[in-house]
């Protein structure tokens, strides 16, 4: 099983910054992708940027040239850098892995941590 455990939102306003963490623990043999999506209130869920093991991301259009997402493989940790935040960027972020598990790849999902910007 694994475990995500997703830290560093909060209040900000228009224009600030804030990071996003997000930890894997568990049985992990290997890390595919790391990714981050966000939901609005009465939105569907949507993908915020998604990366891989071998370093390539891929940012939806929306958050390019602002967000920034890195990893360390060897912590199995993956990190969102948001800087220019809109108001429109207000939502619940989540981390989602697909983690290679007693040889099958799973996909899991963090709890979720909420990024709300003010005007």
């Known amino acids: 099983q694994v475990h995500l455990v997703e830290s560093g939102g909060g209040l900000v306003q228009a224009g600030g910054s804030l990071s996003l963490s997000c930890a894997a623990s568990?049985?992990?043999?290997?890390?595919?992708?790391m990714n981050w999506y966000r939901q609005a209130p009465g939105k569907q869920r949507e993908l915020v940027v998604a990366?891989?093991?071998?370093?390539?991301?891929n940012y939806a259009d929306s958050v390019k040239g602002r967000f920034t997402i890195s990893r360390d493989n060897a912590k199995n940790t993956v990190y969102l850098q948001m800087n220019n935040l809109k108001p429109e960027d207000t939502g619940r972020y989540y981390c989602?892995?697909?983690?290679?598990?007693?040889?099958?790849?799973?996909?899991?999902w963090g709890q979720g941590t909420q990024v709300t910007v003010s005007s």
């Open positions: 990366t891989t093991s071998g370093g390539s991301a």
């Open positions: 989602y892995v697909a983690a290679v598990v007693d040889y099958y790849t799973s996909h899991y």
């Open positions: 568990g049985s992990i043999f290997s890390i595919n992708a």
